[in-house]
């Protein structure tokens, strides 16, 4: 093994993006070896090759006792899907989770007593920091509120979720009750969105964004005065019109931006891939519908996810021209490793080494996180290998970019220790 891939495989990874369930909802889902290892962004490739969609919510339904039955059901799809990102990473899980070569019935009966003694309490935080090495997890559970976990309150911190007012969709019963504010007016909302930061953003690792599933990543400025009616219309019931849902997600997009400048919280946003299949409209997508809002918030730390897939060369060229943008290779690995590797290798030689983050794993379940992370050392390791031998970096310049995409260009975007250490002075305030 090389110097670089001996420092790749020994750096503590941070990651930036995760949906993992806390421990009561990992461990009251139960063990289950098809859950671990096909319960992720596979199953999309498994409908894309062939295999119906009840043959798939059967494989990864732990309530079913019958493993040869299901897998047998995905089998054909699975052999056509091996070998994608997504294949490579079902496989990963078996290797080095429940040290299965190859996934056949026989190796899913004998594995299974093994999922038993994975979800144990204390496993989920073992798997993440022991066997995938890494130092943190960012999560996005789609909630407000940033409470401390209890099973590892320094290693899962958590995003303050703004999608669906970015969507235009403004829960006002669910916001009183978050702060106590009535929301009948635009004054009202500006009010109660500011308390919500007030409330949870100290706790908050940064804010997130995926509202690019239900709208286009175009923004535009909102006055006060074309917003308050959206508002109005939609506190009275009345359904939205695109134009008015629009207005209403780009007034509150802006000041889910400005309260992120004011509580020094990276604004991460969804860009490219849709995860699943069978409905991407590509034209919401691209990273380059962002440019308004990168000028207007020059303030402003903007993470950008994903490599805005298949638009990534837009993506080079806004963290090129943009000092507030920085660009997260979460979930990329593993939707395209190839096309991952030469975006790394294309944002060396375009974009100061400070704006790209290594890695995300944009999963639900842990072993799909500890693969996703083994993924990420694998192809950035030949990424960085392919510099050394093509010698546009000598190793010792490899070693150190290495370090920095793994764990430095993080450290100095995130507040990690200001988190940390309001998670510490909250601790006991666990729900």
Known sequence: MTALAEQIQATRLSDTHEHLPREPEFLAGGPDVLRDLFDNYVTADLVVAGASVEAVARLVDPSDPDLRARFAGVQAAWQRCQHTGYGEAVRLIARRVYDLEEITPEGLEAAQPRAAVLHRPGERLRLLRDLAGLDHVQVDDFRWDCPPDPSGPDFFLYDLSWADLCDGRVDA????????????????????????????????????????????????????????????????????????????????????????????????????????????????????????????????????????????????????????????????????????????????????????????????????????????????????QAEVDDRLLTERQAVALATRLMRTNQEECFDLAGTRAAIRATAGDVP
């Open 173 to 384: 019963p669910a916001i009183e009750r978050e702060v106590g504010i009535a929301v009948e007016t635009l004054g009202d909302l500006r009010a109660a969105l500011a308390a919500i930061f007030a409330k949870h953003g100290a706790r908050a690792i940064a804010v997130k964004a995926q509202h690019a599933y239900r709208r286009t990543l175009l923004w535009r400025e909102r006055a006060d005065a074309d917003a308050e009616p959206a508002l109005r219309k939609h506190l009275a019931g009345a359904p939205l019109a695109d134009d008015e849902r629009l207005c209403l997600g780009d007034w509150c997009w802006a000041r889910g931006v400005e309260l992120a400048i004011e509580h020094n919280l990276p604004f991460k946003i969804h860009t490219g891939y849709y995860a699943g299949h069978s409905a991407m409209p590509v034209d919401r997508i691209r990273g380059g519908h962002l440019c308004a809002l990168l000028a207007r918030y020059p303030r402003a730390r903007f993470v950008l996810m994903h490599i805005a897939y298949p638009y990534s060369d837009e993506l080079v060229a806004l963290a090129k021209h943009y000092p507030n943008v920085y660009v997260d290779l979460c979930w990329a690995w593993s939707i395209d490793p190839w096309s991952a590797r030469d975006f790394v290798r294309r944002m060396i030689h375009a974009v100061p080494a400070n704006k790209l983050f290594a890695f995300g794993g944009d999963a639900w379940q842990p072993a799909a996180a500890v693969a996703y992370a083994m993924q990420a050392r694998q192809w950035l390791t030949r990424a960085l």
